[in-house]
């Protein structure tokens, strides 16, 4: 199972695309059609003005061969069961399914951040408390489980284009792709973005300012093939785990560093040694010289100088 979340402020936009794309499942504090849910969304967050992404959009998907093993209780059970997790089940949210019946069944979720007493649910770690969910949910009703060893992955060569156009542009595109599922999906997280995406033989993605640029010219792995596969669950099931491993060896990482550091400290505070740079002793004593020195006749020349200078040096 994979769970995904974000903060959105397009709360109609996301509520319209999920009815056309399904039908209504569930909903909470909210009735009708997915522009009454706005409206009712947006006169429960009205009171808070300074939350920017007032709105959550959530997608669950169960991998293709766990087709048939989720009916559609045991998907409003999962979406209540999310609620409760992330802290809005008290607030207007609605349920979709889309895919029904199919490998690629999966529903979604646009719910309202904001809570009774004008505070919005907090979008901190929602990453891992989604995976976490996922896991739980994997156990409970027996669906495939995300492997926890790390697989190899044969490193693809990325092309790395100079245009400074690109990176930003490659940027949105690899964010709407993380929140999506099918081709259909990024096209409308693009949207969102500014971005316009057209699909013939290959594909290409047209930025705000009208500039189009065929998927493989932003990078290698956004062909329409690559992009297919990015969308792939196995693919996705394999990011989560990556991502979910380097930010736990990162946090072991760190707590052994500042572990050191401080026994260290430690250390260096119950036995003070007193160090000293010769470098600065030595032209120390050199400037002496050189000022008693001084008073020497002008006319002397400059190599018996020098060689008194490292006479003076061999008696010190």
Known sequence: MITKIESINHTYNALAYCEKGGEILYTNKCLGTSKDIFLQMKENNAFNDRCSKPTFHIKI???????????SQDWI??????????GFQYNPYAIYIHKEGTAMEHIHCVAAKITEKNLAVTDDYTHYKSMDFSREIEEKYNLRKVKRVLETVKNNEVFESSDKRIPPLKEKIFQAITMSDTL??????????????????????TDELNISFRGSKIDRRLSLRGIRKLLSYENQEKQEFITDFKDSNSGNGNEKALSSKAEKKQQDSANPIEYFDSDIVFDSINNFIDENNSNLND?????????????????I
């Not at 998907?61 to 009916?71: C, F, Q, S, T, V």
């Not at 190599?303 to 008194?308: D, F, T, V």
């Open 61 to 71: 998907r169960i991998a293709p061969e766990d087709k048939g093993k989720l009916n």
């Open 77 to 86: 059970d999962i979406s209540k069961s999310y609620a409760a997790k992330i």
């Open 184 to 205: 259909e999906d990024l096209e409308f997280h693009l949207k969102q973005r500014g971005i316009k995406v057209k699909i013939g033989r290959g594909i290409s993605f």
């Open 299 to 315: 006319s002397e020349d400059f190599e018996k100088r020098k060689k008194k200078k490292k006479k003076n040096r061999r008696k």
